[in-house]
């Protein structure tokens, strides 16, 4: 039984990881996994959220279970930063869940249960686990065009004629809102009100991926396509992730928010996403939800948390400028100032699997096969040599 049991391949993003920890050069880069480093080069805990654990340290009188869908302060004030004042709150049913991939795991649960034979469609590319959590919920899996040949813009056409034609009524659709992972490569807000005409003519189910919030153009501006979506869409899921811009990855920390047409459709869509809770977790984890809960609930707290994520998203592009002024440096090398339109951690640097294998084989440098660098990552004191590095496999 146990002896006939194939390997599994690595994880095409944390297996990466795994194999950076274990590598013993000392010049090493990891710029795999989206998580952001300071300029020391450490994923920091934000000042807020320390400040936070430390009022819950003082005031936290048990570690008793949450209910099956969460804290209800972490869902009231997710829901707000979310949705905003848009949609009445009686037709919103929020659930905490672990992380966006616990959250994007629910959401396909309950696709593939109340909402048969639905089939959920995925940008080409998307993130790399995607596939893997929708076809383990149980829902079929298509794709859309996304990004054009160039493989640094989108190919919008393309876009909107698969959407409208390879679609049938009730079928879901999965958009990044914001920093599109892995390309970095979002659409303009024209596009966005364009995208949610076709969505909602074709009757079709948003499911929104929203992860990177605060890490494109800022809180408010990358809730734009989001918020498009949902003024022309009676219908929506939204799976949103705290790992990013509170720097909680290890909390896990999510949500999945459903977008109901009636209160009565909310309340009936909350006992099912409970149900899927209950058989997968039970209930969620408590401190990364009680922590987002405490920083929002306070002034000074929210406001020292926007002040620390605005400066982890100028520092990306101050980390994009670099990396594309010193590519244009080295001689021969390819025009990189594509990376400099693309929004939030990820960008395709262009480079081939082969070429992504020599970086790491040859120089220790870590990027994920497809040729995605997380920006996010790179050190800008070793900035010339990791360019160097790139401009000496692109040779
Ligand atoms: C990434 O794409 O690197 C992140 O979303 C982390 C992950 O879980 O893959």
Excluded at 44 to 59: D, G, N, R, Y
Excluded at 284 to 292: D, L, N, Q
């Amino acid at each position: 039984r146990f002896d006939s049991i194939p390997l599994a391949p690595p994880d095409a993003i944390l297996g990466l990881t795994e194999a950076f920890a274990a590598d013993t050069r000392s010049e090493k880069m990891n710029l795999s996994v989206g998580v952001y480093k300071d300029a020391s080069g450490v994923t920091p805990i934000m000042k807020c959220v320390k400040a936070a654990e430390q009022k819950l340290i003082e005031t936290e009188k048990t570690k008793g279970y949450l209910s099956i869908d969460g804290l209800p302060d972490y869902r009231s004030d997710v829901q707000k930063l979310v949705f905003g004042d848009r949609i009445d709150a009686g037709r919103i049913a929020m659930v905490q869940a672990p992380g966006g991939t616990g959250a994007l795991r629910v959401a396909g649960e309950f696709l593939a249960r109340q909402c048969s034979p639905t089939r959920v469609f995925l940008p080409n590319p998307t993130w790399a686990n995607h596939n893997a959590i929708m076809q383990s919920a149980g829902v079929n899996v298509e794709s859309y065009s996304y990004l054009a040949d160039d493989r640094r813009s989108l190919n919008f056409e393309a876009m909107l004629n698969d959407l409208s034609t390879k679609t049938r009524p009730g079928d879901a659709v999965l958009l990044h809102a914001c920093c599109h992972n892995p390309t970095g490569v979002d659409p303009t807000a024209d596009q966005w009100k364009e995208i949610a005409r076709v969505v909602s003519s074709q009757g079709l189910i948003p499911l929104l991926d929203f992860a990177y919030q605060g890490f494109g153009d800022g809180l408010e501006a990358d809730a734009v396509g989001l918020h498009t979506m949902l003024d022309a869409c009676a219908e929506a899921i939204v799976c949103s992730s705290y790992s990013k811009n509170f720097g909680l990855y290890s909390e896990r920390v999510g949500a999945v928010g459903l977008v109901a047409g009636t209160p009565a459709a909310a309340t009936a869509s909350l006992s099912q996403l409970k149900v899927i809770v209950r058989s997968n977790y039970s209930n969620p984890p408590r401190h990364g939800g009680a922590i987002v809960a405490t920083v929002l609930s306070d002034d000074e707290l929210t406001q020292m948390w926007k002040a620390e994520l605005e400066e982890m998203r100028l520092r990306i592009t101050h980390l994009r400028e670099q990396f594309v002024a010193g590519m244009a440096k080295q001689s021969g090398a390819p025009d990189f100032s594509f990376l400099l339109k693309q929004k939030g951690m990820f960008s395709y640097s262009g480079l081939t699997a082969m070429q992504a294998d020599e970086l790491r084989t040859k120089h220790g440098v870590y990027v994920v096969g497809s040729g995605r660098i997380n920006v996010a990552g790179m050190d800008e004191k070793r900035m010339d040599w990791l360019c160097s590095v790139v401009a000496d496999v692109l040779a």
